[in-house]
């Protein structure tokens, strides 16, 4: 990779970070305010989102899931399209620090952005490779099928090992 390479990667990375860390802080501000501007907090939450399916109880469970791993939440939420989404509204909602929020929003940000260019030019760098690999579906499939077999039995063994445990 050339040096003015790098640097462009670099600058991708730097705004598409900027970009998502203000979303996730617009998010956050519009229903940390929301909740506590109307004075009733998370239940005009659970009124609107109960369409959605969120029920109290399973509010509750987000709730405390929330306040017990928040930061691991908000730094890894941006991995999972549902999450994704909530991200924000549930920090704000449930009236997480700001200055917690944002440290862990611009991690979560920036490794995301990270992990999504580097894959791309990892890809796009090895390209040749993963075409000559497609047109040998058959050690592929071997390669695969080999895999899940190892998987499947150490697996077994992790369940057969537990079951000898309660027996003794």
């Known amino acids: ?3 003015t390479r790098k640097v462009v ?20 501000y ?12 998370a239940s005009v939450l659970l009124l609107v989102v109960f369409w959605f399916g969120l029920t109290d109880a399973r509010f509750a469970t987000v709730e405390s899931i929330f ?58 760098e090895h390209l040749a490779i993963l075409t000559t690999l497609a047109h040998h579906t058959k050690v592929v499939a071997i390669i695969l099928v080999v895999g899940v077999l190892i998987f499947a039995l150490a697996c077994l063994a992790r369940r057969l090992r537990g079951v000898a445990g309660l027996r003794r």
Request: glycine share 10%; no cysteine.
């Open 1 to 3: 990779m050339t040096p």
């Open 9 to 28: 990667l670099g600058l991708i990375v730097v705004a598409l970070g900027a970009i998502i860390l203000l979303s996730m802080i617009a998010w956050y």
């Open 30 to 41: 519009s229903n940390l305010s929301w909740a506590h501007i109307i004075g009733m907090g």
């Open 67 to 124: 306040r017990r791993y928040g930061s691991a939440t908000v730094l890894f939420a941006r991995f999972f399209n549902i999450l994704r989404q909530l991200n924000g509204i549930v920090a704000g909602t449930l009236g997480m620090s700001w200055r917690r929020f944002l440290l862990f929003n611009a991690l979560g940000g920036v490794l995301w952005v990270t992990v999504w260019v580097l894959a791309a030019t990892y890809f796009t």
